[in-house]
């Protein structure tokens, strides 16, 4: 079976947990984001050329990749910064007028972050949003609610978001996934 035949079914592969750090330059202002491995995050100013960098943030997260348990195919999501929930705390947002209209259907909304600045990164394409929610949402296995992920490009103002970091694989669901799954 060819990987365009196949009506997958994404498995999570390469988890990986560790903190997304958020710096900002003081000389230019430039908001910056990368993801560190380490155990302990990073808090350390540093200069690195014209820029001088302090951390403004970090918050634990998680990296993977998806694999087709029936064909194999690969999917690679290094364009995955990390998701975020909703809380609806700027109300101008686009994510959070979406929410609240979601949230009378039992719908609540992820955003789905690239690495910023924006330009200097590839950001995640639609298609792999809709696997990110697809996965998810197949995942919960409840009939009671679902998940919608959006780009972040709905954010009205990144340093206006107060999202909740999804910290680990778990938790999108409802109920602890059975064992094995």
């Known amino acids: 079976?060819?990987?365009?035949?196949?009506?997958h079914i994404w498995k999570m592969i390469h988890v990986a947990y560790g903190y997304i750090i958020t710096e900002k330059c003081s000389r230019c202002e430039i908001v910056s984001t990368y993801f560190s491995f380490e155990d302990l995050p990073p808090l350390e100013e540093y200069r690195e050329g014209e820029h001088f960098w302090n951390v403004v943030e970090s918050a634990q997260s998680f990296r993977f990749d998806f694999q087709c348990e029936k064909c194999g195919q690969l999917e690679k999501f290094d364009e995955l910064m990390g998701l975020l929930m909703c809380t609806g705390c700027d109300k101008n947002c686009q994510v959070a007028k979406l929410q609240e209209i979601l949230e009378k259907e039992r719908t609540w909304v992820y955003v789905a972050f690239g690495f910023l600045p924006k330009a200097n990164h590839i950001q995640l394409p639609a298609k792999k949003i809709g696997m990110l929610e697809d996965f998810f949402n197949h995942r919960r296995n409840s009939t009671d609610s679902r998940?919608?992920?959006?780009?972040?490009?709905l954010v009205s103002d990144y340093s206006l978001c107060y999202?909740?970091?999804?910290?680990?694989?778990?938790?999108?669901?409802?109920?602890?996934?059975?064992?094995?799954?």
């Open 1 to 7: 079976m060819t990987s365009r035949e196949c009506d």
């Open 163 to 181: 999202g909740k970091v999804i910290k680990d694989v778990n938790m999108l669901c409802l109920t602890l996934p059975e064992e094995g799954a």
């Open 147 to 153: 998940i919608k992920i959006v780009s972040q490009e």
